[in-house]
Structures are given as C-alpha cells and as structure tokens.
C-alpha cells in the first residue's frame, strides 16, 4: 500500500521560500514518476511540477517555472518542492502524487496516488 505523506508547509511572506517534502511508503520509489500539484481555495486542484521514474526529466508549470525546483532523494524515499520567491497566488494546499507511468505529464488522471496535502499561506 503506498503512502505518501507531505510536509513542510506553513505561512510565509511574499518574496519568501518554503520548501515541501513528501514522505513516500509501501513501493519503490524509483520505479514511478512523482509530481507536485496544488489547490487553491474554491478552485480545481492543478499541476505544479513534476519528474520522470529516471529522474532524469523534470517539467513545469509556466506560473512556477524559475522560481519552483523539484527533486528527489531516493535513498530517503523523498520528493522535494523548493519554492522561491513566493507570490500570494501560490497560496494553495500542496499535494504530492505517485504515478506508475513513466512520466506522467499534468494530467491528474494519470497520477495513482495521492497525498492529504500540506497547507502553504503566502502573505502580502
């Protein structure tokens, strides 16, 4: 069963940098293709990053590309977000997904599993 728990979120000011880390369980981790993807208040839930099964190919949305970076560490079976220069629009619960494609694009769909999210509030 696989779990994926995120963490790392939190209130921080406009310019500011978080980083989010999501926890992954129950399956090899290098075998699926992980991305980030976000819902902001009384709106659908949409991609933010996301890698290949390799590693080896990383794609972005266009609001996050430049200041968003998003990376692994295998052997701690762990997806990074680190977010930089931070705007009020990123205000968003964040969520972590597994896929068992190879990359898995921003489709939703293509995406098996899915973490509770973790709250990022980006101030004025």
């Known amino acids: 069963q696989v779990q994926l728990v995120e963490s790392g979120g939190g209130l921080v000011q406009a310019g500011g940098s978080l980083r989010l880390s999501c926890a992954a369980s129950g399956g090899t981790f290098s075998s699926y293709a992980m991305g980030w993807f976000r819902q902001a208040p009384g709106k659908e839930r949409s991609f933010v990053a996301g890698?290949?099964?390799?590693?080896?190919?990383?794609y972005y949305a266009d609001s996050v590309k430049g200041r968003f970076t998003i990376s692994r560490d295998s052997a701690k079976n762990t997806l990074y977000l680190q977010m930089n220069s931070l705007k009020t629009e990123d205000t968003a619960v964040y969520y972590c997904?597994?896929?068992?494609?190879?990359?898995?694009?921003?489709?939703?769909?293509?995406?098996?599993?899915w973490g509770q999210g973790t709250r990022v509030t980006v101030s004025s």
């Open positions: 997904a597994q896929s068992q494609l190879y990359s898995a694009g921003s489709n939703r769909d293509n995406y098996n599993y």
């Open positions: 890698m290949s099964r390799s590693g080896l190919s990383t």
